[in-house]
Every structure is written in structure tokens, then in C-alpha cells.
């Protein structure tokens, strides 16, 4: 909490006089927990585990046409589940009464402000996190090709950015395929690194593109909507990565529609203040909570996968 130095080669010592604003660290934005939504009626007392229902579709015949005399030809519903089980998160920072006592600025006050970005940034890796464990996955093996994977891992080495191209064949293969519902209204979302942004604003293809339809859009670094996915930067490395591909040629995007993670709250994160120890002179402030993530649905099939991730091997 002090700068001591000499006032001189020998004498006394001095704390020279502090600015009367402390001036504080920024942090990436925290983007990904805004797109996951609580999982209802799950809460304390409720067990370490919730289980999800999942409807499958059924199956839909060539023709749907009878006889008179044929009984209705009947199907069965499939129903599955998949359990979210929570986790205890949480760090903390000590600090002594004597920094509260002698020094200029309040450490309880500037822990809490720091130790609130630290919860966001990691909640936020970790709702990324979730999302990166859907069985789809897409590479950029050209700047007009693509592959798309659907066991869950990269077969494929992306040698080119993310562009026009790859975004309008990955909404066609969520809308088309895999039969996404949108996330919102019409609109898919797509969270991507800033690395990936780069490589969408630069393609002549969109240039060309918004030069009649949003002019403004490249002086405000803006992605826009491309047909119908919302795009949304994400500066945080720790839940998109800015260097994926060859020779890290790419960054990370995930591309989503509605319903694609799942969060489990039993307790929601806080600040917590420690009972003071030693008399009062050790003390502390954490940040606790009981959640987690997980993927609804962690399957490649139609109707049923709602996550696409652009990755590389």
C-alpha cells in the first residue's frame, strides 16, 4: 500500500504523496453468459444434479396416406435425458486491517471490484467452454470451401480465416441440416474472436456487400447481420481463441440458435465478505457460487444439435 524511498543517501524515509484516483486494470468483455439462460425450477435444496428432458422427433413417413380398412400406423416417441451436475466456484483475496488503517485507498472496496471481474471472465470461459462441446464442427480448408465435422472434433486444419463464404455455408447447413430454430426472432447468433471478425470485414465479398446496404458499417467495425445471423465480438482469449488454423491463420466463432447451453444454478454467484481472524487483523472477500454448464443437446442430429463450432484442428 506504500512507496517508501530515501529522502536522502542517509536520513529519513518518506511516502511521497498518493493521487487521489486509483486508477484500475480493465478486463476483456464478458459476452457468452448473456446468450445462456438459467435452466427453470432448479435451485437449493434441489441436489447436486438436475436432469433435462429431450422430445425426439418422430419419424415421418413417405406417405402419410391409409386405407379404409388398415388401421392408423402407429409411432413411438423417444424420449431422453441429459443431467447438469453443479459445482462449487469461487476465489478469494485476504487482506490485513492495517492496509485498511494506514493506506490511502480501501482494499475491501478494491477487492470487490476486481474480484467481480474475475468471476466474470471466468464464468464466461466456462459458458464458451460448454458451447465448444457440441458434436459439429466446421473448417475453413479454403477460402471457398469448408468442411463440416459431427463427432465432436476437428478432422481438419483451417488454412484460411473465417469469410463471407464459410458464414452463408454454415447458416445453410444449421437451417437446411440440422433444422436450428433461430435464437431470436428470426436470427441465429454468432460470438466471434476478433480474429475471425477481421477476417468477415475484410473479405471484398462483404465489402461489396455493405456498400450499399450499411455504408457505416465498416467505420464503425461492425459486422452487421449477414442474411440472417447477428454477429456478436468477443475479446475475451480465454473463451474465443484469436489464433487457431495454420499458422494461426484463424480465430474461433460459434455459431448458435436457440436452447444450445444450459445453465444449472443452485447458488448464485456473490461476494462474500470472511468473519474476520486474529482479532480482526486477517481478513477477506470472495466471490462464491454452485452452478454449471452444459450442452442441451449433445448430439449431430437434425432437429437436435443447435451449436456450430468454427475451429481447426
Known amino acids: 500500500m506504500f512507496s517508501w524511498s530515501f529522502d536522502a543517501p542517509t536520513g529519513t524515509y518518506k511516502n ?34 438436475i436432469t433435462i428432458t429431450r422430445l425426439s422427433n418422430i419419424a ?10 388398415n388401421r392408423i400406423p402407429e409411432d413411438n416417441i423417444v424420449l431422453t435425458t ?8 469461487g476465489r478469494a483475496v485476504p487482506y490485513t486491517s492495517l492496509a485498511t488503517d494506514l493506506g490511502k485507498f480501501d482494499p475491501e472496496s478494491m477487492i470487490q471490484k476486481k474480484l467481480k471481474d474475475q468471476m466474470a471472465l471466468v464464468l464466461d470461459a466456462a459458458a464458451a467452454a460448454a458451447h465448444k462441446t457440441g458434436q459439429i464442427k466446421a473448417e475453413a480448408i479454403g477460402s471457398t470451401s469448408i468442411n463440416f465435422d459431427t463427432a465432436g472434433s476437428a478432422t481438419q ?10 458464414v452463408e455455408q454454415i447458416r445453410d447447413y444449421m437451417f437446411s441440416t440440422l433444422f436450428v430454430p433461430p435464437y431470436e426472432g428470426d436470427d441465429y447468433v454468432c460470438l466471434v ?43 475475451n482469449t480465454g473463451a474465443l481463441s484469436g489464433s487457431i488454423g495454420l499458422n494461426g491463420v484463424a480465430g474461433e ?23 474476520p481472524q486474529d482479532y480482526g487483523r486477517a481478513q477477506s472477500v470472495a466471490w462464491y457460487g454452485i452452478l454449471e454448464f452444459g450442452l442441451v443437446w449433445n448430439t449431430a442430429n437434425a432437429g437436435e444439435a443447435k451449436v456450430v463450432h468454427f475451429t481447426s484442428t
Open 16 to 49: 511521497h504523496e498518493l493521487s487521489s484516483k486509483l486508477r484500475i486494470a480493465s478486463i476483456a468483455q464478458t459476452k457468452f453468459l448473456q446468450f445462456v439462460r438459467p435452466e427453470p425450477g432448479y435451485g437449493k435444496k434441489k441436489g447436486e444434479t
Open 60 to 69: 415421418v413417413p413417405s406417405n402419410g396416406r391409409i386405407s379404409e380398412n
Open 82 to 89: 441429459v443431467a447438469i451436475t453443479v459445482s462449487e466456484w
Open 157 to 166: 486444419q483451417a488454412v484460411s480465416n473465417l469469410q463471407v463464404y464459410h
Open 193 to 235: 474472436s476478433t480474429k475471425a471478425k477481421r477476417g468477415v470485414i475484410n473479405d471484398p465479398a462483404w465489402e461489396i456487400w455493405h456498400k450499399y446496404t450499411d455504408p457505416e458499417a465498416k467505420w464503425a467495425g461492425e459486422i452487421g447481420r449477414i442474411e440472417n445471423i447477428r454477429f456478436v465480438e468477443i475479446n
Open 253 to 275: 466463432a460459434i455459431f448458435m440458435g436457440e436452447d444450445g447451453v444450459a445453465m444449472a444454478v443452485a447458488e448464485d454467484p456473490e461476494l462474500r465478505a470472511a468473519i
